[in-house]
């Protein structure tokens, strides 16, 4: 049974690119939340999809963006990096439907912005 | 709004020692609460949570944390460490009405020393 996967591992890139992080939730799950994770701190919600549809946002700017596919795999995408953007972005995936209230996550990608 | 506080950023001990890493919240809805832990260059894993029922819950590996409402705490115990257990380990709490979206902690790093 496997688990969540993102992807890509690790990137590189600078201020003001865009970047497409991308997710494949656990097998059964049907939900898909996002987190940043910054250096030395505790994850924070970015947003959270079901149904294809975003149903919370956290405290971030338009810049980051998302998207849920039919099959429940997911991609963040944030336009005009910033400095700050820095961070391992975190994916994780629940079952909603059950009412559930675990989540689990993947391994990360690590974003650096120069 | 809920937070979480963990009281210690750091928490080294020797090998064989019991410890204690302290997790207090705070929210104005009942609350379901967690323990993830985080390995070096690895996302989040599971490692004990709360939803009901007993206010003492375990994990496969030695771990405990009882939710104490009144102090609204939850703190995650072990009797004896291993070298292995040094990570960091991260509280969150979720709320009953906000489905699997999770609040963190800034997190503990447990080192265990020979």
């Known amino acids: 049974d496997a688990g969540v996967t993102q992807s890509p591992t690790h990137l590189i890139k600078t201020r003001g690119q865009q970047v497409t992080l991308r997710c494949s939730p656990k097998?059964?799950?049907?939900?898909v939340s996002w987190y940043q994770q910054a250096l030395g701190q505790g994850p924070q919600f970015i947003f959270q999809?079901?149904?294809?549809?975003?149903?919370q946002r956290g405290n971030f700017p338009d810049r980051f963006s998302g998207h849920q596919f039919p099959n429940y795999s997911s991609e963040l995408n944030v336009n005009a990096l910033l400095l700050g953007d820095s961070a391992l972005y975190l994916c994780?995936?629940?079952?909603?439907?059950?009412?559930?209230?675990?989540?689990?996550f993947g391994p990360g990608t690590r974003l650096t912005v120069t | 709004a809920q937070s979480v506080t963990q009281l210690d950023s750091q928490v080294p001990v020797f090998e064989e020692a019991p410890v204690e890493l302290r997790c207090n919240y705070s929210?104005?809805?009942?609350?379901?609460l967690f323990w993830y832990v985080q390995y070096p260059n690895q996302g989040l894993q599971l490692l004990l949570k709360?939803?009901?029922?007993?206010?003492l819950v375990e994990s496969i590996n030695g771990f405990e944390a009882e939710f104490n409402k009144s102090q609204t705490s939850f703190h995650l115990r072990k009797p004896s460490v291993h070298i292995s257990d040094t990570a960091e380990y991260f509280c969150?709490?979720?709320?009953?009405?906000?489905?699997?979206?999770?609040?963190f902690g800034e997190g503990t790093q447990l080192t265990v020393n020979p």
């Open positions: 929210s104005s809805v009942s609350v379901y």
């Open positions: 999809y079901y149904e294809e549809e975003e149903r």
């Open positions: 097998s059964g799950h049907d939900t």
């Open positions: 969150a709490v979720s709320r009953e009405t906000s489905g699997s979206r999770l609040t």
């Open positions: 709360y939803l009901s029922g007993s206010t």
């Open positions: 994780a995936s629940s079952l909603l439907a059950t009412g559930s209230y675990e989540q689990y």
